[in-house]
């Protein structure tokens, strides 16, 4: 049986993936994988999606014991060797890799793709067969097990069925959003008897989870569907049928570092579990009591093997699981506490009932029952700063946490007054890159105590307000500000594989997760770079939380693939900290966006690794370059211009326009109008309210009409391809006139021999006829011979007998010849005619093999034009993809610094002066202009209320002066003493009013009356 080429449904996949493809430059994604997981020691085919998988051909996994090939299809009728078959590979999982979710992704011509979760496990593993959506067709399972399954389309839903025995203990996990699958799951079983036992849709991390005892032997059904009833490749999952443990929570939530706590596990199927109070949507949780030790190596680590999302990358902990004869369980987030732990009090819930606390110390509580409310009261002193954190939904708890801080003072008749200090219950800020939404519902507040006193602070999640979850744990931090930051890395605008063409650039976004109010500069930086790549260090100034890492390759950079490593260093109250960053990736293809779009964010979660990746091949389309690679220096107020420079490959056209991130907070920027300028300048105008400090932002550039010519050798092997087909064809069709000719040579030949049989046949027909008279004619001459010798016996004298036996004898003589001779005949009629008909047997077999190299070349003619059909195509849609189009897509500009001073002045002030009363006294001011600053400074003295007698006039430092003498003249009467004032020098740059207030000490000595 001749098979179709591979290289034919490669190349409609291709055209396929990329119809679906944005008009992004290409970068290999990985869309899916199936199925997403395997068996310890299985070897299985594996199956992936995505866009741009153009020459895609290896797999790499996490894990050394996990390997994988293409898989190879039979070779062909016009290949020499087995080939390849697109997206699919054959891997072999070793027994000795671990149970765990490990990541797998996919190397093509446009790099190694981003990462996809795939899973090993003991249990063993099944996959749907389909079709599968009604009970009778449903796909048969064991208990315990693990299914893979695929919704394809809108209207699938998938079917199991597994013998059950009355008793049994059973929980479906079932894993989509956890390993990164599209699919929002609706699980339900039914039992034998067809009732609906449990339906799940969103348990564990908006996954289904059906935990129960089984009711009655027989068979139950598992059903299987999205929820919002969509499905494609993406849309993946993976049900685990066991009696395994199932975390629900643990609590307290956290714990100090170094420590070896006792603490409390709730969940289904417990070791040694014991029943709780909890209950989740009626199913009885279990509880147990185990010892937990908090390493001291977890601090500053997020160590966490299962998925974790964005907003908790500022988190510190490690995964905590339980072991059981049934296996492990699922990966619990153990967090680790800053302070003291205090456990909320269960009777708390009003102002009246507030538990009384000392800070600093973490209280851990819940949000439980419905419409829990706790109340917390503590004692400050005016001034007293707290760093005040409600930590739930960073814990990965479906909360919206809000927080209260009221100040409690009594009135005359010892009633209760109340000031409101703040309600906090907003969603942190977004900042307008969506690829990676690192936004939290957590309430964080540094609070400052107006006063000595008392204060109230109060706690509650609107989510709990409509239901009874005991999972909803929080932590509650009360204490002295340590300042700290962490750190995330994640690719701007690479959904795939982080991909840099030959001189081209690419960034990454750097979030900073700052702590208890620290707001300094964090220098970041990054190692591990493949050669020929490189970066410089950025500074994320204060106020700030988002950076921006630019990477930048040289034109003759080697392609490669590097495992990045970022780092950010700062200042801590005189302490240099440290922090490696964690990573990130978004979970989905998008369509291009300018950067300043206001559209949804991007699903994203965190990852072990960034995988940067440059070209083998493609050389950048544009690049753009601002500054001159120096930090830009000035003040707030200050305008500075800031060159750019734009190269553009030859022949590719195309208008830039530049939108800044990272810019230091009150400096407005909406865009960089570069269109198709070589060069120019653009103006940045910072703000009174700008904050000083040393800031790193770029520009991503949105690159529009740019002319991109798509994987040129893939047309190149597509033409050879149509080329070699093309002589294929030529040849088929050749040998089918061959083979014709032939065919009809055979069937002449085969048709002349069957009438020279026929001729033949005939005259073995005459001779015999021919023989018969002869012998006839022989037996009667015979016969007649007999009857004269007879009769001559009786007269041996008759003449006349004697006559007539030797006219007899010679009439038997004659016929006796006549015999022989037709006999002779028939013999040589019969010889020809049998070697007619066996020449007529070989001639038909001649005929049939020539019929047959007809049939067989009319057959290779038909897939050869076939193929050339498709050969045909495939180049036309090569070369269409090939040829030059018009293409939308961001690039980054280099990193521009630009360190910003409070003031366009360097001034020398003195601190103190002393006068008598009654005398004069001078003190000189002078500053140094800075930045171009060339305005008057007016420099006016604040004396305290109560002082008296003293007469300081304003002074004005003009553009032409760089000193100013001040007077100071002290009346008889002059209040003696210390006295702390000010000197207020105002100045305006650039249209920005600026206030200097230098603190000064006057002593005014008092001079005895005479």
Same mark, same amino acid.
């Given at each position: ?371 829990? *409310? ?125 991909? *840099? ?77 440290? $922090? ?11 369509? /291009? ?131 070699? /087909? ?21 069937? $002449? ?177 002078? *500053? ?83």
């Amino acid at each position: 049986m001749i098979k179709r080429s591979p290289f034919a449904l490669a190349v409609l996949h291709v055209i396929i993936a990329v119809s679906v493809a944005t008009a992004q430059l290409p970068e290999t994604h990985l869309g899916s994988i199936y199925p997403a997981g395997a068996q310890a020691g299985q070897s299985l085919t594996l199956e992936i999606s995505g866009v741009d998988l153009d020459a895609v051909n290896q797999l790499e996994f996490s894990h050394p014991g996990i390997s994988a090939t293409q898989k190879l299809a039979e070779a062909g009728p016009f290949e020499d060797q087995p080939q390849p078959v697109e997206n699919q590979f054959e891997v072999k999982v070793h027994g000795d890799v671990p149970s765990g979710q490990y990541e797998v992704r996919c190397r093509g011509k446009y790099g190694l793709s981003n990462p996809r979760a795939f899973q090993v496990d003991s249990l063993t593993e099944y996959q749907e067969s389909e079709p599968n959506q009604d009970p009778d067709t449903a796909t048969e399972v064991s208990f315990p097990g693990i299914i893979n399954g695929q919704l394809k389309t809108t209207s699938d839903h998938d079917l199991f069925q597994f013998e059950g025995k009355q008793g049994q203990q059973l929980t479906i996990d079932a894993l989509a959003r956890r390993i990164d699958s599209k699919s929002e799951l609706m699980v339900t079983l039914q039992a034998p008897d067809g009732r609906t036992l449990q339906q799940s849709q969103n348990q564990v991390q908006g996954d289904p989870l059906i935990n129960l005892t089984l009711p009655q032997n027989g068979n139950y059904l598992i059903k299987v569907r999205d929820s919002l009833h969509r499905g494609g490749a993406e849309y993946v999952y993976r049900l685990v049928l066991s009696t395994r443990p199932q975390i629900d929570f643990v609590f307290p939530p956290a714990g100090l570092l170094g420590s070896n706590d006792k603490y409390t596990v709730y969940g289904r199927n417990l070791p040694g579990g014991k029943a709780s109070r909890f209950t989740i949507d009626g199913t009885p949780l279990q509880q147990f009591e185990t010892n937990i030790p908090i390493p001291k190596q977890v601090a500053d680590q997020l160590d966490f093997d299962a998925r974790l999302d964005p907003h908790q990358a500022g988190l510190d902990g490690f995964t905590f699981r339980i072991d059981s004869p049934a296996g492990k369980s699922n990966a619990f987030l153990m967090t680790v506490a800053g302070a003291k732990r205090v456990l909320e009090q269960a009777e708390n819930d009003s102002p009246q009932q507030a538990q009384s606390i000392d800070f600093p110390c973490e209280i851990h509580g819940q949000f439980y029952p419905k419409r829990d *409310i706790d109340w917390f009261t503590f004692e400050a002193t005016a001034g007293q700063k707290l760093a005040i954190d409600l930590l739930s939904h960073r814990l990965g708890q479906p909360t919206d946490p809000s927080l209260l801080i009221q100040r409690v003072t009594l009135t005359d008749e010892g009633e209760e007054k109340l000031q409101q200090i703040v309600w906090h219950d907003e969603l942190t800020t977004r900042i307008r890159d969506k690829g990676f939404d690192h936004r939290h519902n957590d309430p964080t507040y540094l609070f400052t105590a107006p006063t000595d006193g008392t204060y109230r602070l109060m706690v509650r999640d609107s989510y709990s307000s409509v239901q009874s979850d005991p999972r909803l744990v929080y932590r509650l931090c009360i204490r002295q500000p340590q300042p700290d930051f962490r750190l995330a890395a994640s690719p701007i605008d690479h959904p795939g594989s982080i991909l *840099i063409r030959k001189g081209g650039r690419t960034a990454l976004r750097i979030t900073a997760y700052r702590r208890d109010g620290f707001d300094g500069e964090i220098t970041v930086t990054a190692s591990g770079l493949p050669a020929g790549v490189t970066t410089d260090p950025i500074i994320i100034g204060p106020g700030n939380d988002y950076g921006v890492l630019v990477l930048t390759a040289a034109a003759d950079a080697p392609g490669a693939t590097s495992t990045l490593a970022v780092q950010g260093t700062s200042t801590v109250n005189g302490q240099s900290l440290k $922090r490696l960053a964690r990573y990130g990736r978004v979970l989905e293809t998008y369509r /291009f966006q300018q950067p300043n779009a206001n559209v949804s964010s991007i699903p994203a979660r965190l990852t072990p690794a960034l995988m940067l990746t440059v070209s083998n091949s493609e050389q950048s389309l544009v690049s753009c370059t601002t500054g001159d690679g120096k930090t830009i220096e000035t003040a707030r107020g200050g305008v500075i211009k800031i060159p750019y420079q734009v190269k553009r490959a030859e022949g590719v056209g195309g208008n830039l326009t530049g939108y800044p991130l990272g810019l230091p907070p009150n400096v407005n920027l909406n865009q960089v109008a570069m269109a198709a300028n070589e060069k120019g300048e653009f103006e940045l105008k910072l703000q009174a309210t700008t904050v000083p400090g040393t800031y790193t932002f770029y520009l991503a550039c949105s690159a529009q009409g740019f002319q991109y010519s798509r994987n040129p050798e893939a047309t190149e092997a597509a033409v050879a391809r149509q080329e070699r /087909f093309a002589t294929i064809l030529a040849d088929a069709k050749k040998k089918t006139l061959e083979t014709q000719k032939s065919a009809q040579d055979a069937a $002449r030949k085969l048709t002349q021999t069957g009438t020279d049989l026929k001729t033949a046949q005939t005259a073995v027909t005459n001779a015999g006829n021919a023989v018969t008279a002869a012998q006839k004619e022989l037996q009667d001459a015979t016969k007649r011979q007999q009857d004269a010798t007879k009769q001559l016996a009786a007269k041996p004298d008759d003449a006349a007998m004697n006559q007539a036996v030797a006219e007899a004898a010679k009439a038997v003589t004659a016929a006796t010849e006549k015999v022989n001779n037709s006999q002779t005949t028939m013999k040589t009629a019969t010889d020809k005619a049998t070697a007619i008909s066996a020449q007529q047997k070989a001639e038909q077999e001649a005929k049939t093999n020539a019929d047959k190299a007809y049939a067989d070349a009319q057959q290779t003619e038909r897939l050869a034009q076939q193929e050339k059909q498709r050969a045909d195509q495939a180049a036309q849609q090569a070369k269409q993809r090939s040829n030059k189009r018009s293409t939308n897509f961001s690039t980054a500009s280099t990193p521009i610094t630009i360190k910003v001073a409070s003031y366009p002045i360097e001034p020398t002030l003195p601190n103190a002066l002393t006068v008598k009363q009654g005398e004069n006294a001078e003190v000189t001011f002078a *500053i140094e202009r800075l930045y171009g600053f060339d305005s008057n400074v007016s420099i006016q003295p604040r004396l305290p209320g109560g002082v008296g007698g003293l007469s300081i006039p304003t002074v004005n430092l003009d553009k032409a002066k760089k000193a100013a003498v001040v007077n100071v003249t002290a009346n008889a009467t002059a209040t003696p003493g210390e006295h702390e004032m000010t000197f207020r020098l105002q100045m305006n740059f650039n249209g920005q009013n600026l206030t200097l207030e230098h603190p000064f000490k006057l002593t005014v000595i008092e001079v005895e009356k005479k």
